[in-house]
């Protein structure tokens, strides 16, 4: 495990690239309404990040191991889909859905790694409560995130958070974003405390809790990219970039 310590130059940037990708998803997230479909969202979304002199990082990235290229520029997954969701034009989003939205931009040779899960119109009380949960567990991730602290640290205060109440993905974490979209340490969404790697001020990394109504267990989908529970549920998935400080983390991707 080699760990990347960013310097002020690479802090800077990445700074920057945030700010960037949080006004992106801030737009796409008010585009979100009934009837319009994932493959508009997806091309509306990559026209805003070439408009912001940005790259989507996500666009044809393909990770050690996965069968093909990912085709979009923004993973949009639905209701029982988790993340990695493909927009397509048949995908139309309805009144009562849950999308989550999940970017990663590379501003000027640099990474930073967004998600959020909005509402399509008006959605059931237990899905609000499932939203602002997932939400509340990343708040209470980064907390946990401060220098000297350890990745277990991080997910032993989300998964006590969670309480079972709600079903952690396991298979799928948060990490170390700047020089590559997916770096060094692995930041799950469970652990224990005082284990892991130990948080070093510099350290930039993504924090992403994904929350199931049910079950923990996840499956991949027919497309081979789109990730969603085995047992129907619905999930959540919020995620910010963080710079690990001596105090309270900076979120970078607001
Ligand atoms: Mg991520």
């Not at 069968?67 to 048949?90: D, L, Q, R, W």
């Not at 770096?183 to 809790?209: C, R, S, T, W």
């Not at 910010?240 to 991707?253: M, N, R, V």
């Amino acid at each position: 495990m080699s760990v990347i310590i960013k310097t002020k130059e690479q802090i800077e940037i990445i700074r920057e690239g945030g700010k960037i990708l949080a006004k992106v998803l801030v737009r796409v997230a008010k585009k979100v309404a009934p009837s319009i479909s994932t493959f508009e969202l997806d091309k509306y979304t990559h026209d805003l990040i070439i408009e912001e002199g940005a790259t989507p990082a996500f666009l044809n990235y393909r990770p050690d191991g996965a069968p093909k290229p990912f085709p979009a520029s923004i993973c949009i997954s639905v209701n029982n889909e988790i993340v990695h969701g493909i927009p397509t034009k048949t995908r139309i989003l309805k009144e009562g859905d849950i999308v989550s939205l999940d970017l990663g931009i590379k501003y000027k040779g640099l990474f930073t790694d967004h998600a959020v899960t909005v509402p399509v119109g008006k959605i059931s009380k237990k899905d609000q409560k499932l939203l602002d949960d997932t939400k509340k567990a990343l708040e209470i991730g980064i907390w946990a995130a401060r220098g000297g602290a350890t990745v277990g640290d991080i997910g032993h205060a989300i998964e006590s958070f969670v309480n079972r109440k709600y079903g952690i993905v396991r298979e799928l974490s948060g990490h170390g974003v700047g020089v590559k979209i997916h770096e060094d340490p692995y930041i799950p969404n469970y652990g224990k405390k005082g284990k892991g790697q130990k948080l070093i001020p510099g350290m930039i990394v993504a924090i992403e809790p994904m929350l199931n109504i049910g079950k923990d267990d996840i499956t991949v989908a027919d497309d081979e990219w789109t990730i969603k529970t085995v047992d129907g549920s619905r999930s959540a998935h919020f995620e910010h970039t963080i710079l690990i400080t001596e105090g309270d983390a900076e979120i970078l991707t607001k």
